[in-house]
């Protein structure tokens, strides 16, 4: 069962996790004309506090437990038996640092160039935004943070953006609003129908998912109702179309959170709401889901070859590593659960950098077009150097942090999803395959004359990607710590799973640490 | 024999809000008429406080008014449902006053007509809202639409004001036609105009296979008649011309005020007099409000007026507050109360909605009433910071955007929907709005991310009004209970 054990820390740590950047925003937003130096330094600090916030939660969250840690419970709108409930277990917890270090770095690195108010502030909300979306065990809460992240996001593209911003934006924010119309229809219909066992109407999740048992049939069309907003979000093939455009013309600072954290609130909500509420339907589906993340997959490696334009060619290859996440996550084994836990801290780090590269590409060239770039080897080492090793963690190499999850969701779902893994596999290569060969095109070679100029790594970008680089070598080298907090949740989840399906996990051969 | 005529008794106060608009209103006009023009805003403050005396005295009765009262010999029905949909009548009345106010001051008409007709359009509704008898209600809204045509082709330096004006006035015409028509075979089949007598009668278990064609065909006028007033698909063909014809300010009253009005009184009849056939009338009920959204959505996405993006918008909002009437019709299921209370939810929070949104049009609208296209939003957010996030909180609310009141309406009447099991209806209702978003997006994008030179000046009384309508989007949105409570009361 999973419970909401609390560890007191006296004070309300994820509800200051969600108000600061909150505030933050509404500071940014109300600071006048006369003072803009203010501006990004309120920013800095609003962001610095939250990242701050949500290390001290990785500090203090026991390693070991699996149910949900620092829950915070208010009645919100208690006509509709809707309460501000949030807390964090092990599934989610990485992905709150991730959402708090993300920001402050993509804040201080990355430079707007104009309307840095506005950028900030709607950064700021973004943030708030994307926390909620995680630390939320309530329905409703959730949705309303789920949906709220599309009015900055579409604000950051279509203020911030490249030629075909507005177009990008509006897709953007389109798309995912229809997926979320088929969710809210199915939250509603959930809190109606466990009506009955909870015994009074409420959208919280641990009593709905603890006391209800949904029939066959309904339990899988809500479940469906909420895979459709999931799967646009995350996205799934054939939901993904708006993917590629929004990443491409988002401004690099957007295009980090969008890959970093943005996407994984799909992969998450697949995780959450989807496997813990509807466990038999999840069981049922996963024949249809395995197909398309495999599809994904392949057709995301495949899609990013082709690509003529670097930034376009990361966003396919976002394609094929969200497809790896959702096939671990429904392979529903403790090894691929855990790997996909892991792959959506992973692939946050590694896709975040490398849409940071390319954004100073773009900045040092004004292009992002593979054809016109060449030979930047020979002019920036250290730049061509950084990028590699980014480049290598999400090709998955041994020893860098893509290996880990990518690695562990083949084995564990190799008992549950053998044939579908096989194809999968036949993805990593091919991921090794779009990347190596647009390294080979970008930076081998003679630089020709535009390319001569081509300016060294600064110091300021430097720091910024050493970080990244330390969270990838670290997390590839030592995945214990990472590991011993996910996976008691995991196990939960699954045993969750076990209790209300027909399911059973193949014979266990063992944890992943043994 | 000695007969003696014996008037009915009279509670003076439960009448108290009717007479003091009935009051300002006359006194307005005639006092207005006899006097040389009156100091700036003279006008407006009189009707103000006409309407603030009203609304403090709605709230009273509302605390008198635990169970239904029948005022008047049966012909009125003070209940907290009437009293509910006043209040939010008065309110977006009075916020339409201000703008008016500064917008008849732009264009040098400043003088009593306009707000006596205001005023004598809530009058209309008023009555129509109380009404427990057909007739009453007929006389409602004949009071109320002929005060909207007037008010429609009151720009007479603008054609387009004078043709909308006449357009409406010949299909409005024509709806009151079909509404009476109804009155009457419905009379004809039941033996009364009565709400309560009309339902003991459809209620009671007399077989009704003779009368049965007559009160279908009654039931069908009816429905016709209101849905021209709430303009439904495909009774909707004079909204976009009407709204973009209509000087602005006034487009933002009748589409609150008439809004509220007609869906109060569709409601209240199809749900208290037609309740026993109510599975007769769903059918008809659900098919409009599925073409309702989707053509309302649809076709609001290719406009390039402004005005008439909000006409078609409110039509999709009219498809929405039809989904809570499908709920309410399950009678005898417990959620069905949800339908009645989340459609008087939606249209309080609509009409102040949709009062500030034309505030913000008039204003930009500028000298003549004319700027009105999208590309004259252009820029806004450059040259007035302030009114474009004010726009654009209110765009987002009407888009359903989440902690904004526009999406606490929405969720209402979904959950009402899905309470009565109505799952394919909620969807067809949500994907509706994702396509409306699309609109709302359209106008975001022009204040804030194309390149412009608009400037406008807007007086302090529009500021008011723009300034309570995004207050109270943003905090009905945050904390809805109170509103909720209040509307859960009137079911």
Known sequence: ?514 | MNQVFEGPAIEWFALSPLLVLVGGALGLLLVGSLTPQWPRGGYALVASTTLGASIVLSGFLWVDTVEPRLLIGDSLLLDRYAIFALVAMMVATLMSVLTTNDYLEREGTDAPEPYGLILTALIGGVAMVLANDLIVMFLGLETLSLSFYLLTASDRKRTTSGEAGLKYFILGGFASAFFLYGVAMIFGVSGSTNLQSIAAVFGSEVSLTAGDAMLLAGVALLLVGFAFKVSLVPFHAWTPDVYQGAPTPFTGFMASVGKIVAFAALVRVFTVALAARADDWRPAVWVLAVITLIVGSVLAVVQSDVKRMLAYSSISHAGFILVGLVAASHLGDEDASLGVSSTMAYLAIYAVLVVGTFAVVTAVAGKGDAATSVDAFKGLAKNHPLLALAMTVLLLAQAGVPLTSGFVAKFGVIRAAVGVESYALAIVAMLAAVIAAFLYLRIMVSMWLADGETTVTTGLATRITIGVSVAATLVIGFFPDVLLSLARSVA
């Open chain 1, 1 to 514: 069962m999973i419970g909401a054990t609390s560890t007191a820390v006296g004070f309300p740590l994820l509800t200051m996790l969600v108000l600061v950047p909150l505030v933050g925003s509404a500071l940014v937003a109300l600071i006048g004309r006369s003072r803009p130096e203010w501006v990004k330094l309120t920013a800095i600090l609003a962001s610095v506090f939250t990242a701050a916030l949500s290390v001290w939660v990785l500090v203090e969250f026991p390693s070991g437990s699996a149910g949900f840690e620092f829950v915070s419970r208010h009645p919100w709108i208690s006509e509709w038996g809707i309460s501000w409930h949030l807390g964090v277990d092990g599934i989610s917890l990485f992905l709150v640092v991730l959402t708090g270090l993300l920001f402050p770095l993509v804040i201080i690195g990355v430079d707007p160039h104009h309307n840095e108010k506005p950028y900030l502030a709607w950064m700021l909300l973004l943030e708030a935004g994307v926390m909620g979306s995680f630390l939320s065990l309530d329905l409703f809460l959730f949705f309303v943070f789920f949906e709220i992240v599309l009015v900055p996001m579409y604000f950051l593209i279509g203020g911030w953006g490249y030629d075909q911003r507005v177009y990008a934006a509006t897709k953007f924010f389109l798309y995912t609003m229809a997926g979320s119309a088929f969710m809210l229809v199915g939250i509603v219909a959930t809190a109606f129908l466990a009506k009955g066992e909870v015994g009074r109407l409420t959208f919280d999740l641990l009593e709905i998912a603890e006391s209800s048992s949904f029939s066959v049939a309904s339990g899988r069309w809500l479940f469906v109702a909420f895979m459709i907003a999931f799967a646009v979000k995350v996205p799934l093939f054939p939901l993904h179309t708006w993917l590629p455009d929004a990443h491409t013309q988002a401004p690099t600072g957007g295009s980090v959170i969008l890959a970093g954290v943005l996407l994984k609130m799909g992969t998450y909500g697949m995780l959450r709401f989807g496997v813990f509420l509807f466990p038999e339907a999840s069981v049922w589906a996963r024949p249809v889901l395995y197909t398309l993340a495999v599809i994904g997959i392949l057709y995301g490696a495949i899609a990013a070859t082709m690509q003529r334009d670097l930034k376009r060619l990361v966003a396919y290859s976002s394609v094929a590593h969200l497809g790896f996440i959702v096939l671990g996550t429904f392979a529903l084994t403790e090894q691929a659960l855990t790997g996909s836990v892991v792959q959506m801290v992973n692939h946050g780090v590694s896709t975040g950098a490398l849409f940071l590269m390319v954004g100073m590409i773009y900045e040092r060239r004004h292009t992002r077009a593979i054809a016109e770039l060449k030979g930047l080897q020979a002019v920036a080492p250290i730049f061509a150097g950084f990028f590699t090793v980014i480049m290598l963690s999400s090709i998955g190499l041994p020893g860098l942090n893509g290996f880990v999850g990518e690695f562990l969701i083949l084995i564990g779902s190799f008992a549950t999803a053998r044939w579908w893994v096989v194809a999968a596999t036949v993805g990593v290569i091919l991921a090794a395959l779009y990347l190596l060969w647009a390294y080979q095109r970008v930076f081998h070679g003679e630089p020709d004359e535009a390319n001569a100029s081509f300016p060294e790594l600064k110091l300021r970008e430097g720091l910024l990607l050493s970080v990244f680089v330390a969270a990838i070598v670290f997390a590839g080298v030592y995945p214990k710590p990472m590991l011993e907090r996910v996976e008691p949740s995991v196990k939960a989840l699954l045993e969750h799973v076990e209790a209300h399906s027909d399911y059973r996990q193949p014979v266990a051969k063992g944890g992943v640490n043994e």
